[in-house]
């Protein structure tokens, strides 16, 4: 028995230039340009990634639409079985998976082992596209011996461009069930976080898919816009920032296709004073911090409720100044790094903001140091109370560990608070009474409601809900809407004479 | 091969801690049952062997299918000092009997404290976790039977 660090080792110290993975190969990209990929716990540059050409986004389009008619003629039973047999191949490789996931990211590894096995889910949820495909019919459906029916048939090639912040689970949102309902896919993930995509599609090549049938290219935006403008893509589906949601979105309609853009977020946790503060404190503290603070269902300002709120704040303030801060890859840690230098940057510099604005600073996480990791990213736990509801701090979205806490009288004033943001991802209550409860779910503008749960992210088999400047399209991913998003209802009505 | 026990922070290190004292009760019970003075009690032994075995198996699916980031958050209050358990046997059969029964009661023990603390942690966990407190009391009292 050793008194160990708990330390995981790494899956590589280096993982050298990733690869795109077309018509069924993993091929070197003939791209010149290229991004470092670089482990924001150490600083260093563990991989880099080529910031693909048109051309070869085009290749990619090409072997997606060629393999399209073959695929689609595929029974969907059959379609399936690569599906499953690469669940299985992800159980086997699951650690692997979420360590390059903490490696590339910096998330803590529980974090990536979670993320892991999100995306398993969303591959279990495609193989029951036999019956989730499903069409209706009803016999005399248009008139006495005439009959109505609907089926469900796969449109072509989609597309996915994926964010920075889960390397491993956001595509699985997306094409698992498109290719089940016989779509062909390509796939862009983020140039941040490429080698956890890299690794899967090593592994995605040995579940048997036909060539073609899914497609990955690494790139920047000459890649997204190379997908947005060929007329032969379908449909776009998109997780990031608000304005490149919106920017896709807008290109993407004008050329003709389905889109689902995803974009940013302000989350609101409200604490009512009959809240269950012993059994939430950990949510809220994980909602706003896990992550750190980098996921769209994040909680960002906590919203306290009543006169007597010091208690409630003092708590948060005091569970925030425990969290313990270092490497993902240290079992023990509970927050990682943020996940580049830039977005470091643009953390502290909304601090900074922040405490210019006058609003009280109550826990500072700038400065932060982390002992064995001097180079690394690492923004500590931050609350700041009294926030002025109109400062950048509770109105902008910061996408890092940073509390920002407003105290307003009641339930009322909370959810106008809420509904006055430019977004509408996700919002919590924390209460014991089912009248508080049922109110904010019925009136707060928000696409994911949770009630004493402060990351309420949809199972695959459910929608991820997202309103306003959270969400720019109609039909929203995982979920029956994904079966809606992936495929046309064609109506057929017969009679026989 | 060296059983690593972490400090217990969070539901990964909780599940893996819990997968260290399976392997150690595993470990320490099967060496006590290819004991020639325990040679009389080689079968329930093993088979008690083979019970801690199989949970760490069972942990490890746990720790996959059950880990949920809507209920993902830090855990306090679980000193790993308070369960670490002993790595060896003494020479004695009484002594052995003696120390598998105290390692039984400290793995029900570090059950039950993970049930109560770690309810909201768990998603439903915490229920086959009492479950493995009845189990391991049940063989704890066995084991103090067969010292006797």
């Known amino acids: 028995m050793s008194d160990n660090t708990n330390l995981l080792p790494v899956v590589k110290e280096q993982y050298g230039r990733v690869r795109n993975y077309i018509d069924g190969e993993l091929v070197d990209s003939s791209s010149t340009r290229n991004g470092e990929v670089i482990n924001p716990a150490t600083a260093e540059v563990i991989a880099t990634v080529p910031l693909s050409t048109k051309a ?55 974090e990536a082992r979670g993320s892991v096995r999100r995306m398993v889910d969303n591959l279990e949820f495609a193989c029951g596209i036999p019956s989730l495909m499903m069409g209706e019919n009803l016999e005399d459906g248009a008139a006495p011996g005439i009959d109505e029916e609907f089926i469900r048939q796969p449109l072509g090639v989609f597309a996915a461009v994926a964010p920075f912040n ?56 000459e890649a997204v816009d190379g997908l947005l403008d060929d007329g032969r893509v379908q449909g776009i589906s998109f997780v990031g920032s608000t304005p490149i949601a919106r920017y896709i979105y807008e290109r993407a309609a004008q050329n003709g296709k389905r889109v689902q853009c995803q974009g940013g977020a302000k989350n609101f946790l409200t604490i009512m004073p009959d809240a269950n503060m012993g059994a939430c404190l950990p949510n809220i503290v994980s909602s706003c911090l896990g992550n750190t603070g980098q996921r769209c269902l994040a909680g960002a300002a906590l919203v306290v409720v009543g006169d007597d709120a010091d208690a409630t704040v003092d708590q948060v303030v005091a569970a925030a100044r425990e969290v313990r801060v270092g490497y993902g890859l240290d079992e023990s840690v509970q927050m990682g790094p943020l996940a580049a230098k830039r977005h470091y940057d643009r953390v502290v510099s909304m601090i900074d903001a922040g405490a210019a604005e006058d609003n009280n600073l109550r826990l500072d996480g700038r400065g932060i140091r982390v002992e064995g990791y001097d180079k690394g990213y690492f923004v500590g736990p931050t609350v700041f109370d009294h926030c002025d509801p109109e ?35 996700a ?66 009505i017969t009679r026989w004479l | ?60 699916r746990l720790a996959r299918e059950r880990l949920n980031e809507v209920v993902l958050q830090p855990l306090s209050g679980m000193a790993r000092g308070e369960y670490l358990p002993p790595t060896t046997l003494p020479d004695d059969a009484a002594g052995i009997l003696g120390t598998l029964a105290g390692l039984e009661d400290l793995s029900a023990r570090f059950y039950g404290d993970a049930a109560d603390r770690a309810v909201n942690l768990l998603g439903g966990l915490d229920r086959t976790f009492k479950r493995f407190v009845k ?5 704890a009292e066995a084991l103090k039977n067969l010292a006797q």
């Open chain 1, 166 to 221: 889960f390397p491993a689970m956001v595509p699985f949102w997306f094409w698992p069930s498109a290719v089940a309902c016989g779509n062909t896919f390509v796939v862009k993930p983020s140039e941040q976080v490429p080698v956890t995509q890299d690794r899967i599609f090593e592994i995605i090549d040995e579940a048997g898919f036909p060539p073609g049938v899914i497609n990955m290219v690494h790139g920047d935006k």
């Open chain 1, 56 to 110: 070869e986004v085009t290749a990619a389009v090409d072997a997606a639409q060629d393999i399209f008619p073959e695929w689609r003629e595929t029974p969907p039973n059959i379609r399936v079985q690569p599906i499953y047999r690469l669940k299985a191949l992800f159980e086997k490789h699951y650690e692997e998976l979420a360590r390059i996931v903490t490696q590339e990211h910096g998330k803590v590894i529980d």
């Open chain 1, 391 to 425: 400062s950048s701090i509770v109105r902008e979205e910061i996408f890092g560990p940073v509390i920002s806490i407003v105290r307003v009288p009641d339930l009322d004033a909370a959810i106008d608070l809420i509904n006055s943001s430019r977004y509408g991802n």
């Open chain 2, 1 to 60: 091969m060296t059983i690593e026990f972490p400090q217990i922070t969070s539901f990964g290190t909780l599940l893996k801690f819990a997968q260290a004292l399976d392997q150690t009760a595993a470990d320490l019970e099967d060496q006590a049952a290819g004991l020639p003075a325990l040679a009389e009690h080689q079968a329930p032994l093993a088979a008690m062997s083979r019970k801690h075995a199989r949970r760490v198996g069972d942990l490890e």
């Open chain 2, 135 to 139: 189990e391991d009391r049940k063989r």
């Open chain 1, 427 to 492: 919002s919590s209550i924390y209460t014991t009474s089912g009248k508080a409860a049922r109110e904010y779910r019925y009136r707060v503008l928000g696409g994911n409601i949770g009630i004493n749960i402060g990351v309420p992210a949809p199972m695959a088999y459910f929608p991820f809900g997202g309103y306003k400047d959270s969400f720019f399209g109609d039909l929203h991913g995982q979920g029956k809407d994904a079966i809606n998003f992936f495929t046309d209802r064609k109506v057929v």
